[in-house]
């Protein structure tokens, strides 16, 4: 278990689970359309066209890309979505104007619940992605966990170096709001 800090290599390794957007996927209660098709036996073979969790490899996807990563203990949760991703949404523009390739959230939720607070929050396009660090694999690596949760925490990683990564000391959004990563952009 080592703590980031500004100058550290981004671990090697590290994988999220994730479903990408699709339009197929769009809507909030869709968590994936399924196919019947005829085998040749008559038996139905279900085929999977979207929704499906697929393992992103961060260390390799963001190897060279810059990317603003920040983390929450739950999805749905009241600060989580009052407090902390909606700055994010509010400024995303701004964030990607700063050369940003990527924007991702984690938290200790599975692949389907991210997906559907990243639709209930008007994402489209994996503008955000929204991955689950399924077991807290990730943040228990770094120190950073809340018992079997993600803590509150946000880092910039550019081209596999980490160049800013704090962790909130309380509650509070404070160094891993959406401002806070703006100043260090």
């Not at 019947?36 to 038996?43: D, I, K, M, S, T």
């Not at 990527?102 to 389907?112: E, M, S, W, Y």
């Not at 991955?131 to 509150?152: C, H, P, V, Y």
């Amino acid at each position: 278990m080592t703590t980031l800090k500004a100058g550290d290599k981004f671990p090697a390794d590290v994988t999220f689970s994730y479903i990408p957007w699709t339009p197929e996927s769009s809507e909030l209660t869709s968590c994936c359309e399924v196919q019947h098709v005829n085998a040749p036996q008559r038996l139905k073979k279900l085929t999977a066209v979207s929704g499906i969790p697929v393992t992103y490899n961060a260390s390799k996807e963001w190897a060279d890309k810059k990317v603003v990563l920040f983390a929450v203990p739950g999805a749905f949760t009241p600060g989580c979505s009052v407090r902390h991703l909606p700055g994010y949404i509010e400024k995303l523009d701004e964030i990607k104007g700063k050369a940003v390739d990527i924007v991702a959230v984690i938290a200790f939720n599975d692949a389907f619940v991210m997906s559907a607070w990243g639709k209930a929050n008007g994402i489209k396009n994996d503008d955000i992605l929204f991955m689950s660090d399924s077991e807290t694999k990730f943040s228990k690596s770094i120190g950073w966990n809340l018992g079997e949760r993600t803590a509150r925490y946000a880092m910039i990683v550019d081209k596999g170096t980490v160049v800013y990564a704090e962790k909130e000391p309380a509650r509070d959004v404070t160094v891993s709001g959406a401002a806070a990563v703006l100043a260090k952009l």
